[in-house]
Each structure stands twice: as structure tokens, then as C-alpha cells.
């Protein structure tokens, strides 16, 4: 059964965030004296704020918490947390939806491992103002968009996720999501980096949304449309490159 999760309002999440930019001793808890919830529901128990901590915590340790370490470490330990966090944090989408649920997790039970991941330049990975960019928000996410295929999820880079679930057009459908990006791991690039290509595909799938409902076509027929687009965006690469040479 789904709960309700402590939420930190914005002008306290926003004030903690300036203590830690200035320097405050980061401290695990598991509640803020300023902390409200939604008005109905059942709130979550202490215990499994703790248990979000402490697994975290412990996932992040394998990947080289507290230590500085290279970006690859940090992505691989977001690719295993995103599952892990969908399973400590049972709430309804539209819980999940709400920004400052995701700046009290960052703040109260997370802040060692948030500044690990991010540091503290970067309000956006603290206070949720873009669920897309925030620490924590952009992992519970991306293991719901990816619930039915987490293989998936491990084969698409950061600037991959960036292209796909921080357009809304395309990252508001999970199905597209995956689709997009199962054709583009199993196309043949041509020698093109991939980046190049999902920067190229993107905006050219989100022209063809204007016209297409996706929510028409079976998975099968989506998957070849989204395999097309990116056939058109390679030879349009190749293109462009040969006439530039």
C-alpha cells in the first residue's frame, strides 16, 4: 500500500540547501522540525525513511562513497539505485509528482550521498524545481519508465536519459521512451557516435509527434517507427558529413 512521504516546503528546503553550500556538517535524519505532509493518507513510519538511508548509503559504498570518484562509478550507482529506490519509496505517481517530497530526501536522509553524487554547485540536484534533473526524482522515474524492460535502462548513457525523459513530449510516454531507446541500441550507427545521433533523432521524433498518435500503434509498429527515425537520422549525419568534407 502506497504512503505518504514527508515533504520540505521550498523556502526551507532552499534555506538548508544554503547551509550546505556554506559548509554545515552534512547529517543523515529522519525528520525536519519544518517538515508537512499531503492531508490524507497514511504517512510513511520513521523505520523506512531510515532504511532509505542506510540502503542507499550502503549501495553508494559500493560504488566508492564517501571517496572521490570517476563519473562512471557515480552513473553505475545511479543505474543500480534507480530499482532500489522505486522499492523503499512506495508512492502513488502523483506523490512522486510533488517537488518537495524529493528536495526532503536530499536534504534530511540523503545529503552525504547527494553531495557525493553531485556536490553543491548545482541547486537543481537538492531543491526539486526539474524532477528531471533532481538527484533523486530523476532515478525514481527512470525505474518506472523502465519497469518492464531494466535492461534497457543499463545500456542508455546519461546524455541518452537527458535527450529522452527531459522532453516532456517524449518523456511523459514510457513506452515511446523505451522504444526510442531500444532502437537505438540495436541500430547500426555507422560509426556515428551515438550522441550525435540521439541529438539528431529527438528533435525529429518530436516534429513527427505533431502528427503521429503513438498511443495508436502497437508495440511492434512502434518499435520499427522509432527504428526508422533513427535510420533517417544516421543517413542525414552521413549526409551532411560527405557534403561538408
Known amino acids: 500500500m502506497s504512503v505518504l512521504w514527508p515533504r520540505l516546503p521550498e523556502p526551507v528546503a532552499l534555506e538548508e540547501y544554503e547551509k550546505v553550500r556554506a559548509g554545515s556538517e552534512l547529517r543523515s535524519a529522519g525528520h525536519h522540525p519544518e517538515q508537512v505532509y499531503a492531508p490524507v493518507g497514511e504517512?510513511?513510519?520513521?523505520?523506512?525513511?531510515?532504511?532509505?538511508?542506510?540502503?542507499?548509503?550502503?549501495?553508494?559504498?559500493?560504488?566508492?562513497?564517501?571517496?572521490?570518484?570517476?563519473?562512471?562509478?557515480?552513473?553505475?550507482?545511479?543505474?543500480?539505485?534507480?530499482?532500489?529506490?522505486?522499492?523503499?519509496?512506495?508512492?502513488?505517481?502523483?506523490?512522486?509528482?510533488?517537488?518537495?517530497?524529493?528536495?526532503?530526501?536530499?536534504?534530511v536522509p540523503l545529503p552525504q550521498v547527494t553531495h557525493w553524487r553531485f556536490g553543491v554547485t548545482n541547486v537543481e540536484r537538492w531543491v526539486a524545481t526539474d524532477l528531471t534533473r533532481h538527484t533523486w526524482a530523476r532515478l525514481w522515474w527512470q525505474a518506472v519508465v523502465f519497469e518492464s524492460d531494466p535492461e534497457l535502462l543499463g545500456l542508455l548513457t546519461e546524455s541518452d536519459l537527458n535527450q529522452l525523459l527531459e522532453r516532456r513530449s517524449i518523456g511523459g510516454d514510457p513506452r515511446l521512451v523505451r522504444s526510442i531507446g531500444r532502437a537505438l541500441v540495436q541500430s547500426d550507427l555507422a560509426g556515428i557516435p551515438r550522441r550525435t545521433v540521439i541529438r539528431d533523432v529527438t528533435p525529429r521524433l518530436r516534429r513527427h509527434l505533431a502528427f503521429v498518435d503513438v498511443r495508436a500503434l502497437d508495440d511492434r509498429t512502434l518499435i520499427d517507427w522509432c527504428s526508422y527515425l533513427v535510420g533517417e537520422s544516421v543517413a542525414g549525419i552521413r549526409q551532411l558529413s560527405q557534403s561538408t568534407r
Request: with cysteine; hydrophobic share 50%; proline share 3%.
Open 43 to 107: 504517512r510513511v513510519e520513521s523505520s523506512e525513511i531510515t532504511r532509505l538511508a542506510d540502503e542507499v548509503g550502503t549501495l553508494a559504498s559500493l560504488h566508492g562513497f564517501p571517496a572521490a570518484v570517476p563519473d562512471a562509478s557515480k552513473i553505475a550507482f545511479d543505474r543500480s539505485c534507480a530499482s532500489l529506490l522505486r522499492g523503499l519509496m512506495d508512492v502513488t505517481w502523483a506523490e512522486a509528482g510533488t517537488r518537495s517530497i524529493w528536495s526532503f530526501v536530499a536534504l
